[in-house]
Nanobody, 124 residues
Framework: QVQLVESGGGLVQAGGSLRLSCTAS????????VAWFRQAPGKEREFVAG????????DYADSLKGRFTISRDNAKNTVYLQMNILKPEDTAVYYC?????????????????WGQGTQVTVSS
């Protein structure tokens, strides 16, 4: 497993942008498939975006396509989540997670490594 640390969260006005970073420790990070999830108060954790270890394929929650972009820089052991045109309903704690195998499904229980989360708050 790898250790993950998220950063880049904060308070932003509706319509603004934020870029989250997920930095991993461990030399084998480039072999891991990574995803972003989010959890709003009183709601279940939901899938946001995922990227394969080679960055050859990305997946997004249907409702977020076009506003969020996931990318990675394996040389920096970092995965990014660019969030544009933010809305108040995007307010949540955002988590990155990693697993070693590739899959088109993103059940949270399939990820063995998680970060501590970073708060994103979008004001109206």
């Amino acid at each position: 497993q790898v250790q993950l640390v998220e950063s880049g969260g904060g308070l932003v006005q509706a319509g603004g942008s934020l870029r989250l970073s997920c930095t991993a420790s461990g030399r084998t990070f480039s072999r891991y498939n990574v995803a972003w999830f989010r959890q709003a108060p009183g709601k279940e954790r939901e899938f946001v975006a995922g990227i394969r270890w080679s960055a050859s394929s990305t997946d997004y929650a249907d409702s977020l396509k076009g506003r969020f972009t996931i990318s990675r820089d394996n040389a920096k052991n970092t995965v990014y989540l660019q969030m544009n045109i933010l809305k108040p309903e995007d307010t949540a704690v955002y988590y990155c997670a990693a697993r070693e195998y590739s899959s088109g499904s993103y059940y949270p229980t399939s990820f063995g490594s998680w970060g501590q989360g970073t708060q994103v708050t979008v004001s109206s």
